[in-house]
């Protein structure tokens, strides 16, 4: 049974930073991709990130480009979203989610296995 459970969320001023972390077990980690999506209140949930199998190959929404890093540690079965110059928009609940394959989606479809989310509140 696939388990993944994030954690690191929490209350940041705008500008502050955060990691959220990502435990997997229950599968071959370093075999699959994984990714990060977001849902705010009211709206559909969004892409994030993903990082292919090996870490070698990442992909950014363009929001969050240049002010979040996802990374992955295959020895710890870990995935890791490094969140720097947080804004209000970032507020979210944050999930990670691993993929059918070692090549990594900005589709959350095509992800089948789920966290139950973390919480990031960016205010003042």
């Known amino acids: 049974q696939v388990q993944l459970v994030e954690s690191g969320g929490g209350l940041v001023q705008p500008g502050g930073s955060l990691r959220l972390s990502c435990a997997a077990s229950?599968?071959?980690?370093?075999?699959?991709?994984m990714g990060w999506f977001r849902q705010a209140p009211g709206k559909e949930r969004e892409f994030v990130a993903a990082?292919?199998?090996?870490?070698?190959?990442?992909n950014y929404a363009i929001s969050v480009k240049g002010r979040f890093t996802i990374s992955r540690d295959n020895a710890k079965n870990t995935l890791y979203l490094q969140m720097n110059s947080l804004k209000p928009e970032d507020t979210a609940v944050y999930y990670c989610?691993?993929?059918?394959?070692?090549?990594?989606?900005?589709?959350?479809?095509?992800?089948?296995?789920w966290g139950q989310g973390t919480q990031v509140t960016v205010s003042s």
């Open positions: 989610a691993t993929h059918t394959t070692g090549t990594l989606s900005t589709t959350g479809r095509t992800y089948p296995y």
């Open positions: 229950g599968r071959t980690f370093w075999n699959y991709a």
């Open positions: 990082i292919n199998w090996s870490g070698g190959s990442t």
